[in-house]
C-alpha cells in the first residue's frame, strides 16, 4: 500500500532520516516504535505532505506522493491524527467532522436561491454520514456538544472520527493512545482492531508496549533516522538490536512499557 524508498531528510546541520525504506501491507496493522529523536513523526509528515524529502520517494498504491500537497495526499486516500491534538474546540462534534467531510457539492448564494431543497438535502446527508462517523467511534450521544469540553480520551477519538470522514485507505495515527487511561487505551485498541477489520489500512506511532505488541501485525524500529529493525513482535521485541537501542535490556515480554515521542 505505502512505499518509503530511500527517503532522507536534513534539517540544517541535522540529519534526520537516512535511508529510510519502509513497505506497509494493505489491509494491515503496521507499527513504528524508537527512541526519542529517532524521526518518526517526521516520517507520517513527508507521507502526509506537510514535509518534503531530500532524497528518495514515497509511492502510495503505486502512486508517487512525495511531491504532492497535502490536499491531493488526502484526497488519494490517506488520514492521519496528531501527536498534539488538533481539533476545533469551540465547535461541536458534529462541525468537527462535517468540516473533514469535503466532497459535498459546492452552492454560490444564487444556486442555494434557486436550489435550496437540494442543498438541504446535501445538508441533511452530511450530517447523517457525520453522526455515523461519532457512532463508530463511541462519541454519538455527544453530537452537539462543543469539542473543547470533552476528555482528553473522547477527544482523541473525536480526530480519528474527523479523519475518517475523508475515507482514507490508510490511517496514520500518531501517539493515539497518549494520555489515555487503562479503559480508554482498551477503547481505542477495540475501535482500531474493528476500523483494520473492516478494511481499513493502519500505520501508527505509539509509545506503549503492550498496545503496540498486542495490535500490530508487523512493526519498524527507527534509531538515528535509519531503521535498524522490522519484523513481528515476537521478533522485534527478541531483535538484540532493539534491545539495546531503544526496549532496554529488560523487556522479555509485551508488557513492557516504554515512555518515547518523535
Excluded at 81 to 98: C, P, Y
Aim: aromatic share 6%.
Amino acid at each position: 500500500m505505502l512505499t518509503l524508498s530511500s527517503l532522507s531528510l536534513r534539517f540544517g546541520g541535522l540529519q534526520v532520516l537516512q535511508g529510510v525504506n519502509l513497505t506497509v501491507p494493505e489491509h494491515g496493522i503496521f507499527g513504528l516504535i524508537g527512541p526519542n529523536g529517532a524521526g518518526k513523526t517526521t516520517v507520517f509528515n513527508l507521507i502526509t505532505g506537510l514535509l518534503r524529502p531530500g532524497a528518495g520517494t514515497i509511492e502510495f498504491l503505486g502512486q508517487r506522493i512525495d511531491r504532492m500537497l497535502p490536499y491531493r495526499i488526502t484526497r488519494l486516500g490517506v488520514a492521519r491524527t496528531f501527536q498534539s491534538i488538533r481539533l476545533f474546540k469551540d465547535m461541536t462534534l458534529i462541525e468537527n467532522v462535517l468540516v473533514a467531510l469535503g466532497g459535498r457539492p459546492s452552492y454560490g448564494v444564487t444556486s442555494v436561491l434557486l436550489s435550496w431543497g437540494s442543498y438541504r438535502a446535501a445538508e441533511s446527508r452530511d450530517s447523517e454520514v457525520a453522526r455515523g462517523l461519532l457512532s463508530k467511534v463511541g462519541l454519538a450521544g455527544k453530537a452537539e456538544q462543543r469539542a473543547g469540553a470533552l476528555s482528553y480520551g473522547e477527544q482523541r477519538r473525536l480526530e480519528i472520527a474527523r479523519a475518517l470522514a475523508t475515507k482514507p485507505k490508510l490511517l496514520l495515527l500518531d501517539e493515539p493512545a497518549a494520555g489515555m487511561n487503562a479503559v480508554e487505551k482498551r477503547q481505542l485498541i477495540d475501535e482500531i482492531v474493528k476500523l483494520n477489520a473492516g478494511g481499513l489500512g493502519i500505520f501508527i506511532i505509539e509509545h506503549d508496549m503492550s498496545m503496540i505488541m498486542g495490535l500490530c501485525h508487523e512493526i519498524a524500529v527507527l534509531n538515528f533516522g535509519g531503521v535498524i529493525a522490522r519484523g513481528t513482535p515476537a521478533q522485534i521485541r527478541a531483535n538484540p538490536q532493539v534491545i539495546e537501542a531503544y526496549l532496554g535490556q529488560d523487556e522479555q515480554s509485551p508488557s513492557q512499557t516504554a515512555s518515547v515521542s518523535p
